[in-house]
């Protein structure tokens, strides 16, 4: 079994991203083989919100092809996964609260 550590890797926070805090929706970098139990489970016990998630949403995000147009000096940016976490209303994980 993989720790929580290495499951959540980090919050995602972008301008969508705050303005789903709003709906109780919190998004985080995942790893690439975690599943949506995995995800649960470790989003519960990191943040102390035992029985709190609701729902949790994954995608596949493709590295976009970065670089000079030629084909000498192309490269790819990794490929990565998001999960968005649904949270009952009320609760808040403290991570999110100083943005």
Known sequence: MKDNYQIILRPHITEKSTMLREDNKYSFV????????EIKRAAEE???????????????????????MNRY???????????IITVV??????IFESI
Do not use: C
């Open 46 to 68: 990191l943040f102390d919100i035992k029985g709190s998630v609701i729902d949790v949403h994954t995608m596949q995000i493709r590295g976009k092809v970065k670089g000079r």
């Open 89 to 94: 209303e009320g609760t808040r994980i403290p």
């Open 30 to 37: 995942v790893s690439k083989d975690a599943t949506k139990p």
């Open 73 to 83: 000096q192309r490269g790819r940016r990794p490929h990565w996964k998001k999960a």
